[in-house]
């Protein structure tokens, strides 16, 4: 049996350590919403003060950061590079407070292509806001550790990404339609 989520009774902070770069020309994106998300995930986690930067790209960026980082000339959905070790695996649900190796306590940045978001939300038949919330926080797990290159790692994964999306429903801070296209032509 999953063990539940534990709440965190720190309170939203008044300044957020999650930015958004929206470098996409085709959605706009309402930073606050997805921040303050982000922000109760990495609460949940145990690392409220490390820093994530989430920019949202362009196939034709994420195609090449793919290949020129991963040996991967394709388009993908999300990728995320870590600057700082935590000292173990955070879970959501058994928060403790974690350290990072260096100065700062910037996690990493996560790259999200808002084409690939868009195709995946129509084909599963979800909000263009909630799949980017999904892979927001598939990045964010890849920054703490986690992976899934085995069926046991990828149950690991999903387990936590369920969580976190269950607590921020709960918690009442869950994201609601924070992107919008540009034009009726996406």
């Keep these: 049996m999953e063990e539940p989520l534990q709440s965190n009774p720190s309170p939203i902070p ?75 695996k955070p879970s959501a649900s058994a928060a403790t407070d974690q350290t990072v190796s260096g100065a700062e306590q910037e996690l990493g940045d996560i790259f999200v292509c808002m084409e690939k978001t868009a195709s995946q939300a129509k084909d599963i038949g979800q909000s263009i806001s909630d799949e ?3 892979l927001c926080i598939h990045g964010l797990l890849h920054l703490c550790g986690y992976d899934h290159q085995n069926p046991e790692e990828e149950r690991e994964m999903i387990s936590q990404q369920k969580k976190l999306i269950s607590h921020l429903k709960e918690s009442g801070v869950y994201p609601q339609d924070f992107i919008k296209a540009k034009s009726s032509d996406v």
């Excluded at 922000?39 to 793919?66: F, M, V, W, Y």
């Design 132 to 134: 980017f919330i999904f």
């Design 14 to 88: 008044a300044t957020t350590t999650v930015g958004v770069a929206n470098k996409n020309n085709s959605y706009e994106i309402e930073a606050e919403p997805l921040s303050l998300a982000l922000d109760s995930c990495k609460r949940s986690l145990g690392i409220p003060d490390h820093s994530i930067q989430i920019i949202a790209t362009n196939e034709t960026e994420i195609q090449q950061i793919n290949k020129d980082y991963r040996d991967k000339d394709q388009i993908t959905d999300v990728i995320s590079f870590t600057y700082a070790q935590l000292s173990s």
